[in-house]
């Protein structure tokens, strides 16, 4: 089944410990994003990577790291998380380099709580 | 001004009843436009691209007007399985940057 896996779906944690969400798609897409979505603002993107090795700033980067070293797997690392981290992450892939054309495929989302 | 726009709703919709609700957005150079549904927090899913000459897919008709800059969803023949939380995407000059909008809440009602 072609799906994109987020891991792990919930999690508690407190300020400052450091953390990481994986994020997985088995549809060879060479497009992936993480994007965060809180009450009244809407989902907005953290970080993007057309390919491998290949990552860049979205709207809201600050705080956050990713990095690309196969294409299936897109990890969101929080150094040191801090209570405005708190939100709905979601993981997306397309299969196209300018993932703007193509159809988005979101993961289940992971809800994190930073104490 | 926010990039992306929409009315949050809840719009209130009699079952079979047609609704229609709109999204604005400012970047004049955005060249691909999509709609989005999401369900209670679950990840959003396409439900189609918009195209400039308007497109039709089932009861869902999208519309898209550049000179004033926004695009339109309607739903006809409404199902209490269309309420839902309905984005507006739209992709950004720089091309792959996807902005999207709040998104307007649609509740379907027997």
């Known amino acids: 089944e072609a799906q994109v896996t987020q891991n792990p779906r919930y999690l508690i944690t407190v300020t400052g410990k450091k953390l990481t969400v994986t994020c997985s798609q088995n549809?060879?897409?060479?497009?992936m994003s993480w994007y965060r979505q809180d009450p009244g603002l809407g989902l907005r993107q953290i970080y993007y990577?057309?390919?491998?090795?290949?990552?860049d700033k979205g709207d809201v980067p600050e705080g956050y790291k990713v990095s690309r070293k196969e294409k299936r797997n897109f990890p969101l690392i929080l150094e040191s998380p801090s209570p405005n981290q708190t939100s709905l992450y979601f993981c997306a892939s397309s299969g196209r380099d300018r993932g703007n054309s193509n159809e988005q495929f979101f993961g289940p989302g992971t809800r994190l709580t930073v104490l | 001004r926010k990039e992306v726009e929409q009315d949050p709703g809840p719009f209130n919709v009699p079952e079979g009843a047609t609704v229609a609700f709109n999204c604005t957005y400012s970047n004049s150079a955005s060249q691909s436009f999509f709609w989005y549904r999401q369900d209670c927090r679950k990840e959003p899913k396409l439900l189609m691209s918009v195209y400039s000459s308007g497109n039709e897919d089932g009861r869902f008709t999208a519309q898209l007007n550049r000179a004033s800059q926004y695009i339109s969803l309607l739903i006809r023949d409404s199902k209490l399985s269309d309420s839902a939380t309905y984005l507006c995407v739209v992709n950004g000059a720089a091309g792959n940057k996807l902005t999207f909008g709040g998104g307007t809440r649609v509740l379907v009602k027997p």
């Open positions: 549809m060879n897409h060479e497009y």
């Open positions: 990577s057309m390919n491998v090795e290949v990552t």
